[in-house]
């Protein structure tokens, strides 16, 4: 079965501090999807990123980072230097080639100025 | 990227009777998708929105209570039937868009809050 495990239900940080959101997932696929979503209190879902299971290559997008490690089950995101604007929930998802979505519960950062 | 629409945007509905969400994206879209967010919760998926075949739906959501429309390969509609105060909810529809670099990433639209008395 597949799963979605986001350990930290909220985290509370001071602006221009790093913070790491973690997410460990669980398949039996070897071609699988791993993504990132950001839901700010207006309620819509913005993608951030999508991995796929044969590319471990790291990635940065401006104050964002993705760290993703298959021998862990791990894809991690790191916002640098948060900002107030960085409040809101975020989701870790994953997929296989079916397109269906499995979402952990998500975990709710709060950036306080 | 594309834009995704859904309307309503929110709605406050009466216990037993029934609300149909639309979702309209403006560019070509291989799959369609409807999932529900209930009140502090993630996501769930309800169904994959088929273009002229019925839906299908995932374990726990049937037919009759939640039907699913896709007349056309842009627009799907989602209706929330014989409702009840568990379904409040807010509903968003997904697509995956066409284009090499594009398949296997959903992107969602607004969504629709929708609280029933």
């Known amino acids: 079965a597949q799963k979605v495990t986001q350990a930290q239900t909220e985290i509370s940080v001071v602006e221009k501090e790093d913070v790491t959101l973690d997410c460990v997932y669980e398949?039996?696929?070897?071609?699988?999807?791993l993504f990132w979503y950001k839901q700010p209190p207006s309620g819509e879902l913005v993608f951030l990123i999508r991995?796929?299971?044969?590319?471990?290559q790291n990635e940065i997008s401006g104050r964002y980072s993705w760290n993703f490690q298959k021998s862990t089950s791990s894809f991690n995101f790191t916002i640098t230097a948060s900002q107030v604007v960085d409040s809101a929930v975020y989701f870790c998802?994953?997929?296989?080639?079916?397109?269906?979505?499995?979402f952990g519960q998500g975990t709710e950062l709060s950036v306080k100025p | 990227s594309a834009v995704i629409s859904q309307k309503p945007s929110r709605d406050i509905c009466q216990r037993g009777t029934s609300l149909t969400i639309q979702c309209q994206v403006d560019s070509q879209v291989t799959m369609m998708f409807w999932y529900r967010q209930q009140p502090g919760q993630s996501l769930t998926l309800i169904a994959t929105a088929n273009q002229g075949s019925e839906a299908t739906y995932e374990s726990g959501f049937v037919i009759d209570k939640f039907p699913i429309s896709r007349p056309n390969l842009t627009f799907s509609t989602l209706t929330v039937s014989n409702m009840s105060p568990e379904d409040s909810s807010i509903y968003l529809c997904?697509?995956?868009?066409?284009?090499?670099?594009?398949?296997?990433?959903?992107?969602f639209g607004p969504g629709t809050r929708l609280l029933v008395l």
């Open positions: 998802a994953l997929s296989n080639q079916g397109g269906k979505l499995i």
């Open positions: 997904s697509v995956e868009l066409a284009g090499p670099t594009l398949r296997e990433t959903q992107y």
């Open positions: 991995r796929n299971s044969f590319d471990e």
């Open positions: 398949t039996r696929d070897t071609t699988y999807y």
